[in-house]
Structures are given as C-alpha cells and as structure tokens.
C-alpha cells in the first residue's frame, strides 16, 4: 500500500487547512485510516483515526474532522481554528489489523511521506 499526502502550507492562526491522502490498492474501505504530526524537536503523535467513524487526540476535538471517501481511496483531516502548536509535519497512515482504535505508532502499517503544515502570522 501506498500512500500520497498532500495539502500542507503556511496558514495563519485562526485559519482552516484541509490535508489530503490517497492510497494505493482495492482494499483501502478495510483499513483504519490515521493522521499523526510531528513538531520540530518533538516525537511523533496521533492526531485522528478513522474506521466508521472518528477518533481524535484531546487537544483537536472540536477543531480538527477526520473522514474518508472508500470510492476514492482517499482520507481527509479538516483543520479548523489553527493554532501556532499545530505546527507539524502530517502523515497519514494505514492499519490493516482491524482492531479499533489504534493510537501508537507501531500499531500502523504503512506510512505517507508527510505533509508540512506552518501556522504563523
């Protein structure tokens, strides 16, 4: 499986931002789909996952709506209400266990290149 991010860029505080990522394949509606980021200095951590319906890390709840298009193999992150701390670089990533939800990186089997979001003014 591969996966293709996109959709990253310089946006300022406040703003919205919607990252793409399309995956390789015909199995796409069987996986658990996620985005995780990674600021500078920092680890890598979840941010969304999606089976049915979606899961997310505390802090973007209510800002931040993960969805998918099974018939384009793609998934979505819409990011509203921006904020400086959501500086990261976003990957998406596929799981094909089936076990639902998964938060850890190790839980994910295949992994975007990664999509750079700056929130600045």
């Known amino acids: 499986v591969q996966l293709q991010a996109s959709g990253g860029g310089l946006v300022q505080p406040g703003d919205s931002r919607t990252l793409s990522c399309v995956a390789s394949?015909?199995?796409?509606?069987?996986?658990?789909m996620a985005w995780f980021r990674q600021a500078p200095g920092k680890a890598r951590e979840f941010v969304a996952a999606?089976?049915?319906?979606?899961y997310y890390r505390e802090s973007v709840k209510g800002r931040f709506t993960i969805s998918r298009d099974n018939a384009e193999n793609t998934v979505y992150l819409e990011m509203d209400s921006l904020e400086p701390e959501d500086t990261a670089v976003y990957f998406c990533?596929?799981?094909?266990?089936?076990?639902?939800?998964?938060?850890?990186?190790?839980?994910?089997?295949?992994w975007g290149q990664g999509t750079l979001v700056t929130v600045s003014s």
């Open positions: 999606i089976r049915w319906s979606g």
């Open positions: 394949g015909n199995a796409f509606y069987k996986y658990s």
């Open positions: 990533a596929a799981d094909t266990s089936g076990s639902w939800p998964r938060t850890q990186e190790y839980d994910y089997d295949y």
